[in-house]
């Protein structure tokens, strides 16, 4: 594409309003961009941040015109190709501070991990959840508002179990005793706390009894401590 990067980036913005226009036209599936095109094109552009930071945010808006459990069977997308991006998002949220780019990112790697069980052999989850829960934490940390909070505790359920199937002695003790998870935790906002109910529950229920799961139950204990009187 041989247009300033400016320019570049002004068609890749456009290109993310494409999904809302589908919805409300009812395109046909049949007819959608091949917006994977972008995706790769954008790949190689890993150096410029202004335009590497487009990834997530065409993602995690056009998956959303597919049915949750054929967004990537659909797209053909192989487990390798999934690996690859997600290593491509993990990098740009690590690297930008910018509350929007870090939201969407997490938000499309929700639904790359959540969306195929394949990963294991591609992609570390312990070290995915050391690198991502802190970041998540943070921004928890700093929205009240049930449609971004809601995909946040989700991701953040998924990293923990994830990470405790991969490995038994996985341990984040480190980012959930930050002050950050200690203000989350003891936070009166009733939504937040429903929330982290639903996580607390989605995570212990997913292993069998007697599982060691260190890291999720202290943050329950904690959270039973700042809200319950014995």
Known sequence: MNLPNEVQDGVFAMLGLLPMVYEKRNIDQNAYYDFLKAIKYLQTKSDDMNLAKR????????VKLY???LKWSLLNVSVQVQAEILQHVVTIVKQINNFVIRYEC?????SLIK??????GFLNFVE????????VVELLGTIANSSTIWPLIELLALLFTKAQFASDQYNVTEPIQSPTMELILKSEDQLLMSALVDMLKVVIASFPPGTRLTATYIVALKFIHYHFEV
């Open 55 to 62: 990834i997530p945010i065409l993602i995690s808006r056009w």
């Open 67 to 69: 049915p949750s459990n």
């Open 106 to 110: 997490c938000t499309c790697i929700k």
């Open 115 to 120: 969306a195929d069980e394949r990963f294991r």
């Open 128 to 135: 995915l959840a050391q690198a991502l829960i802190p970041i």
